[in-house]
């Protein structure tokens, strides 16, 4: 079935640093791969998302691109922000049709941004 | 703004009992999605609906039922509620089916004592 890893958390930065959350996916055909992030108190939100290979996503200063070739969606910003402390989840939704009505979640990242 | 409520930020229940968390969307959508996040575990699919009265089994389904009597409205079921059901219930919904452009709630922390 379909899969995500993500690197494991938490993550602590200071302000201004260059964050990197690596995601993998598992697929058996030509998914959809997303980036959501939960703000502390907060449901999950959309950040970004890349529907097909060498689409990249990008929103706040949040970047991903979609690489077919080593399965994978890796987030980065250049330079993070307080605010940027959350949990992020990477996900996929497969288009095969079969199951098509589901997203499969990496476990989350938390990231910490320190002043 | 779209909107989706969870009736319930905060609840304490005692095992055995029958719990019910709501939620409601203003936006419309076909599609409602109940899933609960567990530390370490991410989000599990509990349930999911595309239709009034029509509900699908997702990932985890064991011990939960399903209510989608209007649009709007999902409801998640705990018959008899377990310690092991202590969660965080995070409630979604979305417009199209595979676009997985989700909306969510924003969560109902359950303790079952």
């Known amino acids: 079935g379909d899969s995500v890893t993500q690197m494991e958390g938490p993550v602590t930065l200071s302000e201004e640093a260059f964050l990197t959350i690596n995601c993998t996916y598992t697929?058996?055909?030509?998914?959809?791969l997303f980036w959501y992030v939960q703000y502390p108190g907060e449901g999950l939100q959309l950040l970004l998302k890349a529907t097909k290979a060498d689409d990249k996503g990008s929103n706040k200063g949040f970047e991903a691109t979609y690489r077919k070739e080593t399965t994978s969606f890796h987030l980065e910003k250049g330079s993070v922000q307080v605010s940027d402390s959350a949990v992020y989840f990477c996900?996929?939704?497969?288009?095969?049709?079969?199951?098509?009505?589901?997203?499969?979640f990496g476990k989350g990242t938390k990231l910490s941004v320190i002043p | 703004d779209v909107k989706v409520t969870q009736s319930s930020r905060y609840l304490v229940k005692r095992t055995g009992e029958k719990v019910f968390l709501e939620c409601v969307q203003d936006?419309?959508?076909?599609?409602m999605f109940w899933y609960r996040q567990d530390p370490g575990l991410g989000l599990r699919l509990i349930y999911f609906?595309?239709?009034?009265?029509?509900?699908e089994k997702g990932d985890i389904p064991e011990g939960y039922s399903v209510s989608r009597e209007k649009k709007e409205r999902f409801s998640l079921i705990l018959e008899s509620a377990s310690t092991n059901q202590t969660s965080m219930y995070l409630c979604?919904?979305?417009?199209?089916?595979?676009?997985?452009?989700?909306?969510f709630g924003e969560g109902s922390r359950l303790t079952v004592l």
């Open positions: 697929a058996t055909g030509y998914p959809s």
């Open positions: 609906s595309y239709d009034v009265k029509m509900k």
């Open positions: 979604a919904s979305s417009l199209y089916t595979n676009t997985g452009e989700l909306f």
């Open positions: 936006m419309d959508h076909e599609n």
């Open positions: 996900a996929l939704s497969d288009n095969s049709g079969a199951g098509s009505y589901q997203l499969t």
